[in-house]
């Protein structure tokens, strides 16, 4: 343990100071190419102009580079190899986007992904909705605010381990651990393996990141509730309003935007989800999502490269319209 944190700040350490190394060393560089001191007239103004020409890419650079190491290359490359064969050594052609439009386990895969698009963007950005409100009335709302902003800085796999304790399920005969088991036989019912119940895991599964993303959704709303002039609400309350005429027809119209982007935001997290089901049910009792099924196909039971691949371009194409909509919007509203 004390290795790793050891290790940790090592890292942190030689990270920060490399990035000011780099600042410090880059500014240096472009004063020494291009000096404007004890240079006079038209050499200093072009050398000032020259610097400014320069020391934008000196700093977007190496971002530039990373993306094209890290994130271009390896969509190119998974695009070929959804042309090629199982090894990727031989050119297949369109075999496995046939295979994957035949196949089962793909289609019961896109159900899913589709039944967590629908349920989970809508349950975190109105919970967040309704809580960014709610918590602006009261005194501890700060507190609360806190609280239900914890779980986003849990790790996926962490709050997988939480929620695993929650739906625990002991034998016949044995006391059960898990809160909701234990609830259900407070009230006399029968305990039950709730993550391998088909269908229903699903919405089982949706609630742990439910229980994350509320928090993300509640600040960006709250944020942009704050924004809505106090001046507009003062005169709904002087015309007559009650409070939900003044939340349907003034705060909401006027923060659609802001919601639309949180909606958004969390679609293409949802569209990613691996973690969570791949730590509760690995994909058992037809709880398989498109990037476990990428996963599986990609690097278990000797790997796949042309079957992997061929399912994250399909992810890929599902979350890039969304997320170039994402950006525009959130220009927008940005003004720009």
């Not at 290790?7 to 020494?32: E, H, P, Q, R, T």
């Not at 963007?121 to 700060?142: E, M, N, R």
């Not at 089982?204 to 106090?230: K, N």
Request: net charge neutral.
């Amino acid at each position: 343990m004390a290795s790793q944190i050891l290790s940790a700040i090592i890292v942190i350490v030689v990270g920060v100071g490399g990035c000011l190394a780099y600042f410090w060393g880059a500014n240096k560089l472009v004063d020494l190419v291009y000096p404007s001191r004890g240079v006079s007239g038209t050499a200093a103004v072009d050398n000032l102009r020259r610097q400014g020409l320069v020391r934008p890419w000196l700093f977007i650079g190496p971002a530039i580079l990373i993306l094209g190491v890290y994130l271009i290359y390896p969509v190119v490359s998974t695009l070929l190899y959804s042309f090629y064969d199982k090894g990727g050594d031989n050119f297949v052609g369109l075999n496995n986007y046939r295979w994957l439009l035949g196949d089962e386990e793909f289609r019961n895969s896109l159900l899913n992904n589709l039944m967590w698009l629908i349920v989970v963007p809508a349950a975190c950005t109105f919970l967040g909705l309704i809580i960014a409100v709610l918590t602006d009335k009261i005194w501890w709302g700060t507190i609360a605010k806190s609280l239900i902003f914890l779980p986003l800085a849990i790790s996926f796999v962490g709050a997988s381990v939480i929620w695993k304790f929650v739906y625990e399920y002991r034998g016949d005969g044995q006391e059960q651990i898990g809160i909701l088991n234990a609830i259900v036989q407070a009230f006399g019912g029968q305990p039950q393996v709730w993550i391998s119940l088909p269908f229903w895991n699903n919405f089982f599964l949706m609630i742990i990141l439910i229980w994350i993303q509320t928090g993300f959704a509640m600040v960006i709303l709250s944020s942009a509730l704050r924004g809505i002039p106090e001046e507009t609400i003062e005169a709904a309350v002087i015309d007559g309003a009650n409070p939900f005429q003044i939340f349907w027809k003034i705060m909401i119209p006027q923060i659609w935007g802001t919601i639309l982007v949180v909606w958004t935001t969390i679609t293409i997290l949802v569209l990613k989800v691996f973690d969570i089901v791949l730590t509760m049910t690995n994909g058992q009792w037809n709880s398989q999502v498109l990037a476990n099924l990428m996963f599986n196909w990609m690097f278990r039971g000797g790997g796949d490269f042309g079957r992997g691949a061929t399912i994250a371009i399909v992810i890929m194409i599902g979350v890039l319209p969304i997320m170039i909509w994402n950006i525009r919007q959130a220009n927008k509203e940005g003004g720009r």
